[in-house]
């Protein structure tokens, strides 16, 4: 995309001249790929900064599982884990913090506390009062695809076209979010990978992923470690670096602006090369 400035707070974000790095620290006992690693906050908040000095752009704090088949956590529970942990980094990183959240009053908590940025996988339909506080305290918004809820999405998805349903689904969220007071230059879009979608579903949205462009909104693309990439190569979650990378580097040539990783050491050296080469 060409040059484009996402405020966050005392943050900006460039796009356009290279691709951002999003670091994922999950505070959660069962997430997919690190459930409870980083559960501790003292941990998450060690693992966070290492992930500023590896190379990210932005950390995205998450207190709530969503892979496929989690159930919900309270309020409550989702701000006991991820407020304490943005209290610890927010004036210890130099880059915007994220809050990974569907309730509109832990992205309150989470913005009070130092986040600047809102990535909501529901895309405002869990809690619509999400994108209205975003608008409130001017701050981006990352509008996610998903077929169903976490808890449901991977049962027999299915689609018309998956790139034009997902387009679809993305431009009338954005239109609501608008409605809400979301400025357009504060939303960013996200395919979903793994949230409603088959293996072949995966595929399609990477090899499609210009086709979003005609929205005209940054692309944000979260790939690493997911399931289709373990069927793909039939292999554990702790062994797809090499094949989150693959699908990283295609999706940066295909038209991503932002990769949200767990690897960020490596995925900062693979996405500087493709950068290089490609723009």
Do not use: W
């Not at 939303?187 to 090899?207: A, R």
């Not at 005209?216 to 039939?234: D, Q």
Request: charged residues 25%; neutral net charge.
């Amino acid at each position: 995309m060409s040059s484009r400035i996402i405020r966050c707070g005392n943050y900006s974000l460039a796009l356009g001249k290279r691709t951002l790095i999003m670091g994922i620290v999950n505070v959660t006992p069962d997430s997919f790929s690190d459930g409870g690693q980083f559960y501790d906050s003292k941990l998450a908040i060690s693992h966070a900064k290492q992930l500023v000095k590896e190379g990210a752009d932005i950390i995205d704090i998450g207190g709530e599982s969503t892979r496929p088949g989690s159930d919900s956590v309270t309020q409550e529970e989702e701000q006991k884990r991820v407020i304490p942990v943005i209290e610890g980094i927010a004036d210890e990183v130099n880059v915007p913090i994220s809050i990974d959240t569907c309730k509109s009053e832990v992205a309150k908590a989470a913005l009070n506390a130092g986040a600047c940025i809102i990535n909501d996988i529901s895309a405002a339909r869990f809690d619509p009062k999400i994108a209205e506080m975003a608008a409130k305290c001017e701050v981006p918004i990352v509008l996610m695809h998903m077929q169903g809820t976490p808890k449901n999405m991977q049962k027999n998805p299915v689609y018309n076209d998956v790139m034009e349903d997902i387009k679809e689904f993305l431009k009338e969220r954005a239109a609501f979010a608008v409605s809400q007071g979301v400025p357009r230059e504060n939303i960013i879009i996200d395919p979903g990978i793994g949230f409603g979608k088959t293996l072949q579903n995966n595929y399609d949205i990477i090899k499609r992923l210009r086709e979003l462009r005609e929205l005209n909104f940054p692309i944000l693309i979260g790939t690493s470690r997911k399931s289709f990439i373990g069927t793909t190569l039939g292999l554990d979650v702790d062994e797809r670096l090499e094949g989150t990378l693959a699908t990283v580097t295609m999706s940066i040539i295909n038209g991503a602006d932002i990769v949200r990783v767990h690897n960020v050491k490596e995925v900062k050296r693979a996405v500087k090369m493709t950068d290089a080469i490609y723009r």
